[in-house]
């Protein structure tokens, strides 16, 4: 194989090497994906910047095919599809802000960096590195999100042999002495295996089998009871009154994943249940693009779909905790994370319904990518999942 032409393979195979091992679902092994900006960064044309980026990509998206099979009971080509469609932005800001000059790619990369972690770009920037911080700067919080910055803009540089060793010596160390995000006290998150019939099945024994799941819960002092995402199904009066009623004579607090529907579309939301009643807690800021939320149903004056508060509700009040409520899609992009530590929450709440990713890495990642800003600001973590 010629020389140029070795370069460019070398590369794109670590690129997917990056991708698949630190987006493997092992919190402790996100620094991997930091060797991508040391390839972005080794690329000699734009062309190789491109390839690098779409492998990287593409690598650590891999489990999205064949969820979205799962999600719409079909093939794999619509998933193929929108696998491809989705890396299109990363490739893109990625390809375009490569350059050749040395001394501006820390620049470029910062400019990078900052448009993958919020809207528009953001929407798609899933497996963005910076997520590594919590592994190598726990309890540093926004210092360590600085520190974090600074190292990816030295990865493109010459001195990146210096960067990469101080970043494996932080690794290292903080895996000798690596403690998962303490549970808050009084707070319990409960994972449910349901499948698809989480949220679809509204019938009255559903929501008593979950009742009964949450009064065998409920010991020990716990007063918090965390519920997956779609958990209580459409939100109307009927389960609000089924709820309270349940809940009479405890002081147990339910947060539980619903939809709120109307002519219009539906917000999804996290609700908050006691016995004086109950109430909207937070409304999703990002639900998922293309199967959930789908902007172009209202410029075509159709209805339907999700909407996204995309800075709406940092932070939602239940008793005299402030949180920062994560649902699904959320863990996987940056600013809405960032977004909520601007306001400094007591604690972290990450609920989801990975149902439809059975056989992926998906939801792995989302715990991974949850428990690693959880350990950046520590915080304390709540996580509420069904599969």
Known sequence: MRRDHLQPAVLTVASVL???????????????????????????????????????????????????????ASDLWPGLLLW???SGSFVAVHT???????????????????????PPMGITGWAHPVTAAGVLFPGWGWPGLVAMTAGLMGLVTRM??????????????????WTDPKLPEGWQGVDLQM?????????????RDLIATLRDRATGGIRNIVLPESALGFWTLTVERLWVKALQSTDISVIAGAAMVDAAGYDNV????????????????????????QPWRSWLGTSGGARAHFFANPVATV?????????????????????????????????????WTKGTSIVAIQRASAVAWAKLFAKPLVISFNT
């Not at 690098?52 to 690598?59: F, K, M, T, W």
């Not at 050749?100 to 910062?110: A, G, H, I, S």
């Not at 698809?196 to 559903?206: E, F, H, P, T, V």
């Not at 940056?334 to 977004?339: D, E, G, I, S, T």
């Open 18 to 72: 990056a991708g698949m091992v630190g987006w493997s679902g092992n919190v402790l092994l996100l620094p991997a994906a930091l060797v991508f900006p040391i390839l972005w960064g080794h690329a000699r044309a734009r062309y190789v910047a491109a390839i690098v980026s779409a492998g990287y990509y593409l690598a650590a998206s891999r489990g999205l095919p064949q969820g979205v099979a799962s999600f719409y």
């Open 84 to 86: 491809l469609c989705a």
């Open 96 to 118: 375009v802000l490569w350059t050749k000059r040395p001394d501006r790619r820390p620049f470029r990369y910062l400019l990078v960096a900052a448009l993958m972690a919020v």
């Open 160 to 177: 990146w042999p210096a960067v990469a060793i101080a970043f494996a010596g932080l690794w290292l160390w903080s895996a000798a002495f």
């Open 195 to 207: 499948g698809s019939s989480l949220g679809r099945d509204a019938s009255i024994q559903r929501h």
């Open 270 to 293: 996290l609700v908050t249940l006691s016995d004086s009643g109950g109430n909207v807690l937070y409304r999703e800021r990002m639900p998922v693009p293309g199967s959930m939320w």
């Open 319 to 355: 008793g005299d905790r402030h949180v920062a409520p994560l649902i699904c899609y959320e863990q996987l992009v940056v600013w809405p994370v960032l977004h909520s530590m601007l306001h400094d929450p007591d604690l972290i709440v990450a609920v989801g319904n990975g149902w």
